[in-house]
């Protein structure tokens, strides 16, 4: 990072299984389009003009498969917790310094399950985020009792389900975590600790119908022709 540039964060969490998808290993590590899944994901951070570090949680036992999708790019590896929140928290602390000494304004975090996010939404989420403090991409659907692995919010009498990156400024989200650890809270989603620790009202942005999160199978085909029609 450049001594006295103020830059936005990236957090890439990796911490998943692939039990849903029918694979032994975690599932962003499977390969969509020649590439892991993860590598789709880290590249949309490591590559953004927009972004300046990016912090990658994992699980121990995925090392090796680490190694190999980070091979070139500039990320920084940390170990996750036994839960989101608990990896989430790992990540900040890694930023902590940075973000205390105000090198760092903005945090934008992200599941390594979603390869499809454009350089766009990201873009949209990180100029919300600093105008209002936090904000969150959604799709509205008419049809969310099978979106089952999905969070959903209501927004002006529709439901949205909710995607990543959600952003925050970096300073209270910190806080945010430090105070849901002292206390034993654990939300829903990163949104949740902020709504609940800080008077930050999180803006919804439009998401995008092809930031799908591989969760199932299927979702790997329908990724991988995604791709290939870029």
């Known amino acids: ?15 998943g299984s692939g039990t849903r998808v029918g694979r032994e290993i975690n599932k962003v590590y499977l390969p969509i389009a020649g590439r892991p899944v993860l590598a789709w994901s880290l590249e949309a951070f490591a590559s953004h003009p927009g972004i300046g570090p990016v912090v990658l949680v994992t699980r121990p036992q995925d090392v090796e498969h680490v190694q190999e999708v ?6 920084e590896v940390v170990s996750g917790g036994s839960t989101r929140q608990g990896s989430e928290l790992a990540a900040l602390r890694q930023l902590a310094g940075r973000i205390n000494a105000g090198e760092v304004d903005t945090v ?8 499809l996010v454009s350089r766009e939404l990201v873009a949209a989420v990180l100029r919300a985020a600093r105008q209002y403090g936090g904000a969150i991409p959604g799709m509205v659907s008419e049809d969310l009792a099978l979106a089952t692995d999905e969070h ?4 002006s009498e529709e439901l949205v389900a909710v995607q990543t990156p959600q952003g ?30 800080t008077d930050i009202e999180v803006h919804w942005v439009p998401g995008e119908q092809r930031n799908i999160k591989i969760t199932f199978g299927h979702d790997l085909v329908v990724a991988e022709r995604i791709l290939e029609s870029r």
């Open 168 to 197: 925050f400024l970096a300073a209270p989200l910190l806080a945010a975590y430090e105070r849901a650890a002292e206390e034993g809270f654990v939300g829903t989603d990163t949104a949740s600790c902020i709504e609940r620790f």
């Open 70 to 75: 980070t091979e070139g790019l500039d990320v």
């Open 1 to 15: 990072m450049i001594v006295g540039v103020t830059q936005a964060a990236g957090v890439v969490l990796a911490g």
């Open 108 to 115: 934008l975090i992200h599941d390594g399950a979603r390869p």
């Open 152 to 155: 959903v919010i209501p927004i």
